[in-house]
């Protein structure tokens, strides 16, 4: 019994090493662009401890984020790590006291789907991005609405927060007006995300005792993204 408790242990402690060392999608594309270099990420929508999280693989970035509370799953080692905190409704597009032609890279992943005009708020937050520098936007895809539905969503209507879908094109002809390149878009599909969904299934039966919705966004095809570099 003892021996059947001690393999289930390691078995336990490798699974859960493997998914928590897995680096989010939305860190792999600025990855490959900064290295370990400094360089600043304005991070639209900065809870579940996202700072800490940058600051893990990006330890000489600096952190800037916007939210619409600073409770949003943050503490204060959270705020430590970052140099300034915008606690602010996006939806006002009050954005005065954040600096145009600032940011290397802006970070705005499943912010836009909460959002009624967020074409709007897209549109004036392009404006902080230096020359040279990039986006990564990622939301549900309309197809997401025909998915299962699925506890942490699966299916765009899980999410009682969700105020809007969004056409790719039209996020596409607003980046592109305001001087991006378009460098990739369409469906968020990570391969290491797929090729260990079996490990990040065990890993939440074990952690969680269910599968959240999230475990299978790429292997269905739940998100779209968006990828570009301002280049005047």
Not at 135 to 163: A, C, G, Q
Request: overall charge positive; glycine content about 4%; hydrophobic content about 40%.
């Amino acid at each position: 019994m003892n021996k059947s408790n001690n393999v289930f242990s390691k078995t336990k402690t490798i699974i859960q090493k493997t998914f928590t060392s897995l680096m989010p999608v939305k860190l792999k594309k600025i990855k490959r662009v900064f290295e370990n270099n400094e360089f600043s990420i304005l991070d639209v929508g900065a809870g579940n401890h996202s700072a800490t999280l940058a600051k893990k693989y990006f330890p000489n970035c600096k952190y800037y984020g916007i939210d619409i509370s600073k409770n949003y799953n943050n503490d204060e080692s959270d705020f430590k790590r970052m140099e300034i905190f915008w606690e602010k409704d996006l939806t006002k597009l009050d954005f005065t006291d954040i600096p145009d032609n600032f940011f290397d890279v802006i970070l705005m992943t499943h912010i836009i789907e909460h959002l009624i005009n967020g074409e709007l708020v897209l549109d004036a937050l392009l404006k902080k991005v230096k020359t040279n520098g990039y986006i990564y936007l990622e939301y549900p895809s309309k197809r997401s609405t025909h998915f299962p539905s699925m506890k942490d969503t699966l299916n765009f209507y899980d999410d009682l927060t969700h105020v809007r879908l969004y056409d790719i094109n039209v996020l596409n002809r607003i980046i592109k007006s305001n001087g991006f390149s378009i460098l990739k878009f369409g469906i968020r599909r990570d391969i290491s995300n797929i090729l260990t969904m079996p490990i990040r299934i065990i890993y939440n039966m074990i952690k969680k005792r269910y599968i959240p919705g999230g475990v299978l966004w790429d292997l269905l095809g739940f998100a779209e993204y968006i990828w570009a570099k301002k280049t005047n």
